[in-house]
């Protein structure tokens, strides 16, 4: 029992003893834990604070770039309002810069237009522009010639436009050097020039027609020549449209007519109106191609042409259409020139024997006394006024013996007081072949047609010739072609001939006797010029 308490006291003794060890070993244990910690803590409270300063500093370095750029986006929206309001400063100055420049253009378009029109009288009332076509398939073909230029090849080709003013044509005589002649217009065109480029030509001659003159194109050359192409297009005859792929192609008469309607459509609407006309005159005789029988079927009816009390031609009971638009036009001049008539010659299955003149008389409407606000240059105006007050009546009475006029007709506004009207007059022709008779080998009826032909177009040279001589007496009378164009070719009225060559060798004699035309034409340019120095006696007669 004593040993037990003993050992039970030894081993209590013990116990405490491990246990003050234990604890002594568990503090020393924390203390080291705890400084281990504490040294931990402090590590990462430094590097804490390292990276607290690093991210202050960025974010520091940040903010500061993040204001540069706010500075900078706020500087450039300055600038930029800025620049938009130099942009509006220069946009109202060129508002009025554009509105002055107009304002001058305007100007400026009216000085142009009455240069134009002295220009165009300076250069005389008629020029002349020759027109040479391509070379063509049926060119090779065996045809009648002088026996001098049988051993030629036909096909050669002798007409050349050597520049814009200028025809060559190489002369060769078997036996003789080759001679070169030349011959100047106030416009030639090669053989590839366009139906575009030849109606530029002729535009500006419409103006004219608006600003109050008469005018007249011709064609004048040997059948074949391309006469028909130059003036309606291509073998459409009787088929003329602009809604053709072919627009392209189309002569002078339709363009002419487009452009007449493009140019009113810029005019007060209601003061210009056209009525059409189409005639041919065939063996000195002038066919109406738009009268039509009792039926409304159109056929051609012979009219005679006369000289009025005011010395102008008139074909009285002529038919006048009135048109609206071009294709209108196209519309009638069609039906007109399904009854042409037509004779096949030896030289082309085409040729046409007969002159075909399109008229398109345009009646201007002009209200008080003033023609001013019409046209701009005094001389014209007084022209006009000093016209329209003295041939109006009569040609007001013969408006309403012939023409077909329709309910919307201006020409009933007649009545209104004050009111004048003024008619100028556009003659497109397409003359009948200039070729000999030899050449066509015809004979019989044929002979006489070609003979008639031959004296129209040497009346038509007199007349020029008188005109360019200044004669006081202008044989216009002497056929009907001439008497029929004398309001378009005499007096202030301006003429533009078209002269259409075939360049090869076969028609030599032909295409020299055209240029040789056309030349004596140009002489009365010079005699024009004169005649604004010295006043002439009147020409019409
Ligand atoms: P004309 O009326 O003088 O007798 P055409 O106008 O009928 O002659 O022309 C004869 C032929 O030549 C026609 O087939 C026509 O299409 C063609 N032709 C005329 N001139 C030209 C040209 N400049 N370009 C192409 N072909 C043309
Ligand atoms: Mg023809």
Known sequence: QGLAGRSTKEVLQLYAAHGQQMKLQRSSVVTQLHGAIKKRLKQD??????????????????????????????????????????????????????????????KEKQKRKALHNSLVELRGNIRVHCRIRPLLPFDDAAGHSGSQDRQRNFSDKVAYAADDETVLVKCSRPGHASVNKTFQFERVYHDLESQDAVFADVAPLLTSLLDGYNVCIMAYGQTGSGKTYTMLGPQIEGNLSFSTEEESELGIIPRATEEVFRLISEKPPGSYWVEVSVVEVYNNEIFDLL??????????????????????SDVPLLTHETVENASEFLHLVNKGLQLRVTHPTLVHAHSSRSHLVV?????????????????????????????ASCTFPQKMRDNKSTSSSRA??????????????????????????????????VTGAALRETSFINRSLSALADVLGAIAEQRPHVPYRNSKLTHLLQDSVGGDAKLLVMLCISPGQKYLTESMQSLGFGSRARQVHRGQVKKKNFPVPSKAK
């Open 45 to 106: 409270l430094k590097s804490l604070r390292s990276f607290a300063l690093e991210l202050s500093k960025d974010f520091q370095r940040q903010s500061k770039t993040c204001l540069y750029q706010v500075l900078a986006a706020v500087q450039g929206i300055q600038l930029q309002n800025e620049a938009m309001q130099m942009f509006q400063i220069k946009a109202f100055d060129l508002e009025q810069s554009l509105q002055e420049v107009t304002e001058r253009y305007e």
């Open 291 to 312: 009268a039509k029988n009792s039926y409304g079927k159109v056929f051609g009816v012979k009219r005679d042409v006369v000289t009025t009390r005011e010395g102008k």
């Open 359 to 387: 008229t398109l008389t345009i009646t201007t409407v002009v209200f008080g006394d003033n023609f001013g606000t019409l046209w701009e240059d005094e001389q014209t105006s007084q022209r006009l006024n000093k016209e």
């Open 408 to 441: 919307s007709s201006p020409v009933q506004l007649e009545a209104t007081e004050k009111m004048k009207q003024v008619k100028t007059r556009l003659q497109l022709v397409d003359l009948a072949g200039s070729e000999c008779v030899g050449m066509s080998g």
